[in-house]
T-cell receptor
Framework: SQQGEEDPQALSIQEGENATMNCSYK?????LQWYRQNSGRGLVHLIL?????REKHSGRLRVTLDTSKKSSSLLITASRAADTASYFC???????????FGAGTTVTVRA | EAQVTQNPRYLITVTGKKLTVTCSQN?????MSWYRQDPGLGLRQIYY???????DKGDVPEGYKVSRKEKRNFPLILESPSPNQTSLYFC???????????FGPGTRLTVT
């Protein structure tokens, strides 16, 4: 079964707006990662946040992690058409090495 | 250029005809993994390898085999493909298990 679940499933925003998507998971994690996938292509790693971290930034991306609520959020600020993609969260359990992916959030940025 | 390569990129085959999808990485990564991606299901792990000669089952290993004889290569073998193995397949690698993964471009397989 999937460990992470993204919400919403799909998101449509205007260029320049911010996009927020959430990921919830079920059991204790070692780290949580966010990936981007452009239509049918390979996934690209965005950010890795460890269980003892609460927030990380990378350019226009901001990731938060709340281990008490078993949830994470990805914020894309000042979105661009090139941000149109599917975004996946992936969790690594505390006692494991493999990534478990959610079903993803499809983001469409309208010009 | 650091990369993960997969071949072939597209493959149409018939039920029962053995096939191999190759995966190679040039980053000296210890960890390699295979995933399949199906609509609405995200990525599901098929097999992974922590290092040479060390492989283990993921979430959906039935119908697949792998081998890791060299650090850079991790081929996926379908001994007797069936239509339910029609999917988009990704190979990925990372320095260590649980770390940032680098993905190949994908192999779109159709089994008729």
């Amino acid at each position: 079964s999937q460990q992470g679940e993204e919400d919403p499933q799909a998101l449509s925003i205007q260029e320049g707006e911010n996009a927020t998507m959430n990921c919830s998971y079920k059991t204790s994690i070692n780290n949580l990662q966010w990936y981007r996938q452009n239509s049918g292509r390979g996934l690209v790693h965005l950010i890795l946040i460890r269980s003892n971290e609460r927030e990380k930034h990378s350019g226009r991306l901001r990731v938060t992690l709340d281990t008490s609520k078993k949830s994470s959020s990805l914020l894309i600020t000042a979105s661009r058409a090139a941000d149109t993609a599917s975004y996946f969260c992936a969790t690594v359990l505390s006692n494991d090495y493999k990534l478990s992916f959610g079903a993803g959030t499809t983001v469409t940025v309208r010009a | 250029e650091a990369q993960v390569t997969q071949n072939p990129r597209y493959l149409i085959t018939v039920t029962g005809k053995k096939l191999t999808v190759t995966c190679s990485q040039n980053m000296n990564h210890e960890y390699m993994s295979w995933y399949r991606q199906d609509p609405g299901l995200g990525l599901r792990q098929i097999y992974y390898s922590m290092n040479v000669e060390v492989t283990d089952k993921g979430d959906v290993p039935e119908g697949y085999k792998v081998s890791r004889k060299e650090k850079r290569n991790f081929p996926l073998i379908l001994e007797s493909p069936s239509p339910n193995q029609t999917s988009l397949y990704f190979c990925a690698s990372s320095f260590v298990g649980g770390g940032e993964q680098y993905f190949g471009p994908g192999t779109r397989l159709t089994v008729t």
